[in-house]
């Protein structure tokens, strides 16, 4: 059974600073990593994903993979506070139906 | 408009008794899904259908029955209730293995 580990649980970074999530899947089969963001009583939106090693970038978000090591990274660069919110990695593998959650890294952006 | 309906979205219940939680996609996805998440848990699978197959259970309780009378449509009965229970329920949905898109949840209390 596919785990996803996410690290730190928690950050804090300033406005305007560079905020970096990781998470690294137990599954050598891993074929897509998302990542979401929830706002606190919202439900996950999907902000990017990534299933070939390397990066990709949109706006402010930046997003690595490195698939023999199955570990991905978020950067958030030029962070906002609106961007404070539980950042969760999602993995799915082997062409499974069952995407499987990290526990998520809650991100606070002070002022 | 919401893609992806959730009803309802506040639940109180007893302990014991039996409900029902509606979700219906318009989006034409092929897999739908659903997670649980509380305080103490983060989002945790619980089952993914596809053309209103399952394709993967891992709720280990048979309290817990998925229902999938048209394929845009996956209830969740639970039956015999408990406070451990209590959580938001998201329903979600995919195209094959793409990103999973979630409904706004429902939030169960069971007192």
């Known amino acids: 059974q596919q785990k996803v580990q996410q690290s730190p649980e928690s950050l804090i970074v300033p406005e305007g600073g560079m905020a970096s999530l990781n998470c690294t899947s137990s599954?050598?089969?891993?074929?897509y990593f998302w990542w979401y963001r929830q706002h606190s009583g919202k439900s996950p939106k999907m902000l990017m994903s990534i299933f070939s090693n390397g990066e990709k970038e949109e706006g402010r978000f930046t997003v690595h993979l490195n698939k023999a090591s199955l570990h991905t990274s978020l950067h958030i660069r030029d962070s906002q506070p609106s961007d404070s919110a539980l950042y969760l990695c999602?993995?799915?593998?082997?062409?499974?139906?069952?995407?499987?959650f990290g526990k998520g890294t809650s991100l606070v952006v002070h002022p | 408009d919401p893609k992806i309906i959730q009803k309802p979205k506040y639940l109180v219940a007893v302990t014991g008794s039996e409900k029902i939680l509606i979700c219906e996609q318009y989006?034409?996805?092929?897999?739908m899904y659903w997670y649980r998440q509380s305080a103490k848990k983060p989002l945790e699978f619980m089952f993914s259908?596809?053309?209103?197959?399952?394709?993967d259970n891992q709720t280990a309780s048979s309290r817990f029955q998925p229902q999938s009378s048209k394929k845009n449509h996956l209830d969740l009965q639970i039956t015999a209730l408990k406070p451990d229970d209590s959580a938001t329920y998201f329903c979600?949905?995919?195209?094959?293995?793409?990103?999973?898109?979630f409904g706004e949840g429902t939030r169960l209390s069971v007192l």
């Open positions: 599954d050598r089969n891993v074929d």
């Open positions: 259908y596809s053309y209103q197959k399952l394709m």
């Open positions: 999602a993995a799915t593998s082997g062409g499974n139906y069952k995407p499987t």
């Open positions: 979600a949905s995919s195209q094959r293995i793409q990103a999973p898109l």
């Open positions: 989006l034409g996805h092929n897999a």
